[in-house]
């Protein structure tokens, strides 16, 4: 929302004939003026600025990170029978997703050169899918750590299953705000993600 300057206070904003008999009030024609991009700008960034299919599309793009880090839901999710019951309807999705071992190579190349730097999109699908592929790329540090560091064990064993928990948990979470976000029309931010998203996207 555009904010006045500290001089639009001491404008005049309703002039005063100077005679007491015939005193009359009207509005300057410059505060009609000031006022239009005020209403532009808001409405801009109301949930309007985005039609119903690129909430579609945007909500759709934070399923790919959640498809391809799914796996660290193992230990948290059979533990929790609620989780199950949530997960259950896209486990068939998941599957297919899965079936193939660079899915997710060929996901990644797609939404980036076919949606990011394609400038047919508005900006508010090229950012959340954005902000979708940088969620993913995170996924290689947890990667990376179970593979070079896999304990049998111990203290070793429950820093893993934590730190995939975790991992599993952001994930879902993200998934959840960002797909009901967009649904809404609304810009979610994820944290970490969110500003090197906006930085990939011009």
């Known amino acids: ?28 024609p410059s505060l009609t003026n000031r006022r239009k991009p005020n209403l532009i ?9 985005a039609d119903a299919s690129d909430r579609f599309i945007s909500a759709l793009c934070y399923f790919y990170p959640f498809f391809d880090g799914v796996q660290y839901g193992k230990y948290v999710i059979t533990q929790f029978y609620p989780l199950q ?3 259950q309807p896209l486990v068939p999705a998941i599957r297919v997703f899965k079936s193939f071992p660079f ?55 429950d820093f893993i299953m934590s730190l995939d928990s975790t991992v599993f948990l952001f994930l879902f979470v993200s998934l959840i705000y960002g797909s009901s976000s967009c649904l809404l029309g609304q810009i979610p931010r994820l944290p970490i993600v969110a500003d090197a998203a906006d930085r990939q996207v011009l």
């Open 85 to 87: 019951a949530v997960i």
């Open 103 to 157: 899915n997710g190579f060929l996901v990644f190349f797609t939404l980036y050169f076919v949606v990011v730097r394609n400038p047919n999109f508005s900006r508010y699908v090229r950012f959340n899918t954005m902000q979708a592929i940088v969620l993913d790329v995170l996924l290689i540090f947890p990667d990376l750590l179970e593979r070079s560091f896999n304990p049998k064990g111990g203290l070793g064993l």
């Open 41 to 49: 700008v808001a409405k801009s960034n109301g949930s309007d600025s």
């Open 1 to 28: 929302m555009m904010v006045m300057g500290s001089s639009s206070f001491f404008s005049p904003l309703i002039s005063i004939s100077h005679n007491p008999l015939h005193s009359s009030l009207f509005i300057s």
